[in-house]
């Protein structure tokens, strides 16, 4: 039988690989999934009956569960953590390079390492007048540096208490004021209080601009460490001090102290300290001279802080509160500044780069300056829209060329333009001097006569005021009289290039036309060089530069500029300019100019109008003084019919009476009592009684004869010196 199974069952091969090892793979009973209707084989009786074997097992399998979950809770923990110290390690590690990275960027970009050395401060320049007074500061208007053992103590402490209470305590830079600068600022929904430390404010003013960027914080945080890290406290407080901001133009307690108190930082009071200490969060808005009840409020809120921080007691801070001590000084935006612009931009020429504080000694004369001014602004103020006129200029020199006084405008706070310096006008008939000259130096006399009638110059028709000529009259009475006619025609007889090089001469230093017109004064120059022209004729023909520095020197007294006498020598004979003086006296007496008169002195002068009324001028001198005003607009528009003689020689005669007042009066070089000036005062004064009741038919009424002809002349006031004012040129 058993061979029988063996050959029905054949030749079995071996068989090799993954078929040989699944050959033998078989199913079972077990392995089988039952059927859906196979009921399933009961459980052997004894699992049923035995309670004991039954809930053992039962027991056992929970247990089991549980430790499992707990090992496996345990584990997923362990894991958690481990995950989360991975992680936050590597964000660290990521902040920390993110934070040198910034670190780096924000130093590439600080100044250079050799620019980070304490800066020294922007020179001064302290403008000084003829009596030492201080006139004007330029530059930053810094102090001295001061000290801090040299000043009280509780200065330095009402700039702790209220910008920095935590100074001695931190390093530069201050978290904890931060925060509650950050609370307070949340609190309050907006900027009430700064997080910024004393030392980071120095670094600021020291290093940095004050735009407010996140890069300039981050800058002024790690120059706040360089700075901590290089100085001690006590050398970053006293800089701090001496280099902040205190609005007005003032850096420094020192300049803040003379500016505002007229006293040095060393002898402030407490309310004077607690105010100073208050405008550093606000100079512009809490300068006592522009917002005097800001100022003392914020005080308050210093003393109260620093009785808080126990720096002062109660009783003391209640002492100052509500007493202010302090006396503020007025704003310097007087016409001095005029003065200080035009220094500032010759001191270049005159000592090179400046690089330490000087001190500019003038030839201002403060009481001077002050009248110029007054007389300016109060004619201005009281005929400027009657004449529709809204600028003036005012210019007085020394016989030696000195600038005694200058006003610039009627408001340097609204306008910094220099109309006596930098704005250049015709001059009309105050040019006529230049013609009048030439024709003395040709050997014209004051009494050579020429003709005053209608002229013709290849069509060009000049004509005098009202159209009146008055025939055959003296060169004395045609300039008084201001006749155009007659200067045109002395202009041609002598040649505009000789009438030109006259002018340059004396000193105008502006391009001239050397044409007809040039008589009349059509080529345009400023106020300061025709002044200068003026004076060889106050001081007997001695060629002057008009100037108003005389020596520049440093602090310390070191001189680097004195100025040298003046080397032109003698620009017209002394002949000349006698007879010169004796043509322009008669242009006060009888002329042009009759209002202009100082009790006592002999004076001399000529007016000039412009075309259409443009531009009025008055430029007369005596002995002591010679002076120009000008009055017009700046567009060039028309005035209404404001002349040379009207209120430039108001405003004239009002300065030099009261410049004149309490000098001994001197005589015009070639001016002799009892001569040609006497004479025609005393003609003037017997010819002007009956030219009040009736005059006679050649009589002016002015009180003077008629020159040459029997009509009356007409009135000078009325403007023969505008005979060109409505037509092409001016006088």
């Avoid at 056992?60 to 958690?80: D, L, M, T």
């Avoid at 934070?99 to 304490?118: D, S, T």
């Avoid at 930098?422 to 130096?441: D, H």
């Avoid at 023909?541 to 040298?564: F, S």
């Amino acid at each position: 039988m058993a061979w029988g199974r063996k050959k029905s069952s054949g030749r079995r091969e071996p068989q090799f690989g993954l078929a040989a090892s699944l050959a033998e793979l078989r199913l079972g009973p077990r392995d089988r999934i039952a059927a859906a209707d196979e009921a399933p084989k009961k459980p052997p009786p004894k699992r049923k009956t035995d309670d004991t074997d039954d809930d053992t097992p039962r027991e056992r399998k929970p247990r089991a569960s549980r430790a499992g979950r707990k090992r496996r809770s345990r584990g997923r923990a362990r894991s958690g953590l481990y995950r989360l110290f991975y992680w936050g390690a590597v964000l660290g590690l990521w902040a920390v390079i993110a934070l040198v990275g910034v670190i780096v960027w924000v130093g590439a970009h600080l100044p250079a390492i050799q620019a980070l050395e304490i800066p020294k401060r922007p020179p001064t320049i302290e403008i000084v007048g003829l009596d030492g007074s201080v006139l004007a500061t330029r530059g930053e208007m810094a102090g001295a540096n001061v000290s801090l053992k040299d000043l009280p103590l509780y200065l330095p402490k009402a700039f702790i208490a209220i910008e920095d209470r935590r100074f001695y305590s931190h390093y530069g830079v201050d978290p904890l004021g931060i925060a509650r600068a950050a609370v307070a600022n949340i609190l309050h929904r907006g900027v009430s209080q700064g997080g910024s430390t004393l030392t980071q404010q120095l670094a600021k003013n020291l290093f940095l601009t004050q735009e407010r960027t996140l890069q300039r914080k981050l800058q002024e945080v790690e120059l706040a460490l360089w700075l901590e890290r290089k100085h001690s406290k006590s050398e970053i407080l006293e800089l701090y001090l001496n280099r902040v901001y205190f609005g007005s133009g003032a850096y420094g307690v020192e300049a803040a102290a003379q500016r505002y108190f007229g006293k040095s930082a060393k002898n402030v009071t407490l309310a004077e300290a607690a105010m100073l200490a208050g405008l550093v969060k606000s100079p512009s808005r809490l300068a006592p001279n522009r917002n005097p009840e800001g100022a003392e409020k914020r005080a308050e809120t210093v003393l109260t802080a620093m009785a808080e921080a126990k720096f002062i007691t109660d009783a003391q801070a209640r002492a100052s509160i509500g007493h202010p001590s302090y006396n503020v000084k007025a704003a310097g935006a007087g016409t001095i500044n005029y003065v200080a612009d035009w220094i500032g931009e010759v001191l270049d020429d005159l000592i090179g780069q400046i690089d330490q504080n000087i001190v500019v000694e003038t030839s201002i004369d403060p009481k001077l300056q002050s009248v110029a001014e007054a007389c300016v602004i109060d004619e201005l103020a009281a005929k400027s829209v009657k004449f529709n006129v809204s600028q003036g200029a005012l210019v007085a020199m020394s016989p030696d060329g000195a600038v005694r006084a200058m006003v610039g405008g009627r408001n340097y706070a609204e306008s910094q333009y220099n109309r006596a310096v930098t704005a250049k006008r015709q001059p009309g008939s105050a040019f006529k001097p230049f013609v009048y000259l030439t024709a003395i130096e040709a050997g014209l006399t004051p009494e050579t006569i020429r003709q005053d009638a209608p002229l013709d110059v290849k069509g060009w028709r000049p004509e005098n005021y009202g159209h009146e000529y008055f025939g055959a009259v003296t060169l004395t009475q045609a300039l008084a009289l201001s006749l155009n006619t007659v200067a045109v025609r002395l202009g041609l007889e002598v040649g505009p290039k000789n009438v030109v090089r006259t002018a340059h001469r004396l000193g105008i230093s502006s391009k001239l036309d050397a044409n007809a017109s040039i008589a009349l004064g059509t080529s345009e120059v400023s106020l300061t060089e025709l002044v200068g022209a003026y004076v060889p004729f106050a001081n007997g023909g001695q060629g002057v530069a008009p100037h108003v520095v005389n020596k520049i020197r440093t602090t310390e007294g070191k001189v680097l500029y004195a100025r040298p006498a003046d080397q032109l020598g003698q620009v017209i004979e002394p002949r000349n300019a006698a007879m010169m003086n004796t043509m322009m006296q008669e242009t006060l007496l009888s002329g042009t100019a009759r209002k202009a008169e100082i009790p006592g002195w002999m004076a001399a002068g000529k007016t000039g109008t412009s075309q259409d009324f443009r531009d009025a001028w008055f430029i007369g001198y005596t002995a002591n003084l010679v002076t120009g005003v000008w009055l017009g607009n700046d567009d060039n528009s028309p005035t209404k019919k404001a002349t040379g003689g009207g209120l430039p020689v108001e405003v004239w005669t009002r300065f030099m009476r009261s410049a004149h007042q309490g000098v001994a009066a001197v005589a015009l070089p070639g001016s002799q009592a009892g001569g040609f000036f006497s004479n025609v005062v005393q003609a003037a004064s017997q010819a002007s009684a009956p030219a009040v009741s009736t005059p006679s038919p050649a009589t002016s009424p002015a009180g003077r004869p008629a020159p040459m002809r029997t009509s009356v002349r007409p009135e000078a006031a009325s403007g023969l010196d505008g005979w060109l004012v409505d037509r092409l040129f001016g006088r």
